[in-house]
């Protein structure tokens, strides 16, 4: 009996840190739509977590190189940089990635992204204990945004 108690109250603790972990929110994912033989796009969306985590990584089958990616001015010029060690995302702040800033750069792309398309990427988060999580989407394919009016 002692025993059969003891797995009840790991199997409940366990569940309890896997549903507080699981709540990482992807809303508005879409990926730019691209033309033939066009080898990079971008992937945008709002990620909101309870806790704080990190995005560590993107993965598709759609293009070789999956990179995160920031957009920004510096005097006159727009640089952009990969983000190696990932990005940032503050617990309960909705964090945006957009043209013209944070975003995933998807290159050496495999094939044509048509709009209309749905392109499926594993988002790869940490947090601070060191607990992975993937979290799939499914994103669509656009030339333009086609969550704003």
Request: some cysteine; glycine content about 4%.
């Amino acid at each position: 009996m002692k025993t059969l108690r003891m797995s009840l109250v790991c199997l409940v603790l366990v569940v309890e840190a896997t549903t507080a972990w699981a709540q990482i929110k992807v809303e508005n994912a879409w990926v730019r739509a691209t033309v033939p033989k066009q080898q990079a796009t971008g992937a945008f969306m709002k990620i909101t977590s309870v806790e704080a985590v990190k995005l560590m990584a993107v993965n598709t089958t759609v293009a070789k190189t999956n990179e995160i990616h920031e957009m920004k001015m510096e005097g006159d010029v727009m640089k952009m940089r990969a983000h190696p060690n990932g990005l940032d995302i503050p617990a309960n702040t909705t964090v945006e990635l957009k043209s013209g800033g944070y975003h995933l750069m998807m290159m050496e792309l495999e094939l044509t992204i048509k709009a209309g398309d749905t392109v499926t990427l594993q988002l790869q988060f940490i947090n601070a204990k060191g607990n992975k999580q993937v979290v799939t989407v499914n994103a669509k394919a656009s030339f333009k945004d086609p969550y704003k009016p």
